[in-house]
């Protein structure tokens, strides 16, 4: 369906928003990143004609698109509490993200799409799926302080 040269301009663009989400200085700006990567993933998984990888398309965006509302409420929650000294707990704030953000991964116990969505993928968009859409994501979760809620996911990751 795609030529090569449309393959690697959203190949191109996917690596900007990963690179926007990683350097950026607040949590809208890495959301945005993260909606450029999601966006310019999903012309790459419809590049087949069957409906396997329409269905994992579908799949992909719902889910995504889940993550992506809850990170962008958490975020503006998140912002309401630090210009507005409203009384919303930091610590609750911040488990939102890291749920949201362990949804966009796939990670344990968020990984209910995952196996069915790998079901429809050619190799490389498996590779894709399972190396570089992880990168922005898992940066994010670095950057946040919270070790119980990632501690459970790395041990049920691991069961």
Known sequence: MFNNSSKILFIMIMIIGTLITVSSNSWLGAWMGLEINL?????????????????????????????????????????????????????????????ALLLKSGAAPFHFWFPNMMEGLTWINALILMTWQKIAPLMLIS?????????????????
């Open 39 to 99: 966006l310019s993933f999903i012309p790459l998984l419809s590049d087949n004609n069957n409906s396997m990888s329409t269905e994992a398309s579908l799949k992909y965006f719902l889910t995504q698109a889940l993550a992506s509302t809850v990170l962008l409420f958490s975020s503006i929650l998140l912002m309401l509490k630090n210009n507005m000294n409203t009384e919303i707990n930091e610590s609750f704030t911040s488990m939102i993200i890291m749920s």
């Open 143 to 159: 950057y946040l302080n919270i070790k119980n809620l990632l501690l459970i996911s790395v041990i049920l990751s691991d069961i």
